[in-house]
């Protein structure tokens, strides 16, 4: 089968194209063909040899959802399945077999291979930090920065279904026209508007209750300015590669928190929480509640551009990248 593969680490260019072998089973595992799967901002930094995880080389990705190499994977088989049960599964812990590399499987019958894939990755982050982390409440406002992007996004909408008013930021028309379709109330271009005084606007000077922050960089400290009293700071990530340091008076003049967000680590350490809330996103899903953009889908072959894109900041929601029709 065809994979693309991570030889030496490097920027996208450098990903091989390559042949592998389909993986032999012991009598309890399936193969699970892998239809599409969505691209994600730590599969940039894991080719370059930048993120916290740093699998052996040559690697393929074997973090569920961010698997876009492989055409097939092997897990312990789940009771009842058929040959052509339809999933989606995304990273760590897995829920069968507990393997490092292959791990939650969610029954997916009636869901798209374009529309599944990713899509527990994004929620299931941007649910994570507004449940458990924000504690975000009925009526509250939410700032979400990077909100064109693929957590973002999902942050905009399901900070609308958590009945919170959406203030969405992106750097362009194009992104916060999607933001808008998804729910957002207030849209901030902060590549050509001032943030703090964009949001006094928008709040009539009282600030924001929750930064959803994926970006980092120079908007970050702007954002924690803007909070409201016993505002919640969520630290997210840091896609524009500058990790935000913060005077410490801020969050003491507001009462206001600083919240870390670290969703990989919250399934590992507390499966049961992370279970519930993907059974709410899955039901949310089957529902039509949650519906994911997707920006465009990429061959196999492309899956080096559709990195390259994410890099340059033009994917819109999610990239996919389709490996078996
Ligand atoms: N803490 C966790 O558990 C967790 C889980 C998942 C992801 N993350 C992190 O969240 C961040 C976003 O992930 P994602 O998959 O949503 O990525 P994404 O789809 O690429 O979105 C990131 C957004 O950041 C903005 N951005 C600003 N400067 C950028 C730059 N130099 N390069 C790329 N994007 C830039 C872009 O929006 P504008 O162009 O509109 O500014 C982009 O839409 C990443 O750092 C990722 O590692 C954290």
Not at 18 to 42: H, M, Y
Not at 54 to 77: E, Q, V
Not at 206 to 222: C, F, H, I, K, T
Not at 263 to 286: D, V
Request: charged content about 20%; some cysteine.
């Amino acid at each position: 089968m065809k994979a693309v593969l991570c030889k030496n680490y490097g920027l996208p260019d450098t990903l091989a194209f390559s042949e592998v072998s389909i993986p032999t089973l012991a009598d309890s595992e399936v193969l699970i063909q892998v239809k599409a799967v969505g691209i994600n901002f730590p599969d940039v930094l894991i080719i370059q040899n930048k993120y916290q995880f740093k699998p052996p080389l040559p690697f393929s990705r074997g973090r569920g959802c961010w698997n876009y190499s492989r055409s097939w994977k092997k897990c312990k088989s789940p009771k009842g399945w058929r040959f052509s049960h339809r999933i989606m599964w995304l990273g760590w812990p897995c829920r069968i077999c507990k393997c490092k590399s292959f791990a939650g499987i969610y029954s997916a019958s009636r869901t798209k291979f374009h529309r599944g894939s990713g899509t527990l990755y994004t929620y299931g982050t941007s649910y994570h930090a507004l449940k458990d982390r924000a504690q975000i409440k009925l009526g509250e406002t939410l700032l979400v920065l990077g909100a064109g992007g693929g957590v973002g996004l999902a942050a905009v909408q399901l900070g609308k279904i958590m009945g919170a008013t959406i203030i969405a930021g992106a750097s362009s028309h194009d992104k916060l026209e999607v933001c808008k379709k998804m729910g957002a109330h207030h849209l901030i271009n902060y590549s050509t508007e001032d943030l703090r005084t964009r949001i006094k606007e928008i709040t009539a000077e009282r600030g924001v209750d929750v930064v959803y922050d994926p970006v980092g960089g120079s908007l970050a400290e702007q954002a924690l300015r803007s909070m409201a009293w016993k505002g919640r700071y969520l630290v997210v990530g840091f896609a524009s590669g500058n990790i935000p340091s913060f005077p410490a008076n801020l969050p003491l003049l507001k009462g206001a928190s600083i919240v870390g967000v670290f969703w990989g680590s919250f399934a590992e350490r507390e499966p049961e929480k992370s279970a519930q809330n993907f059974s709410q996103l899955t039901t949310w899903i089957k529902e039509g509640k949650i519906n994911q953009h997707i920006h465009k889908i990429y061959s196999l072959e492309q899956a080096p551009q559709a990195l390259q894109d994410l890099m340059d900041r033009k994917i819109t929601g999610k990239a996919i990248v389709q490996i078996a029709s």
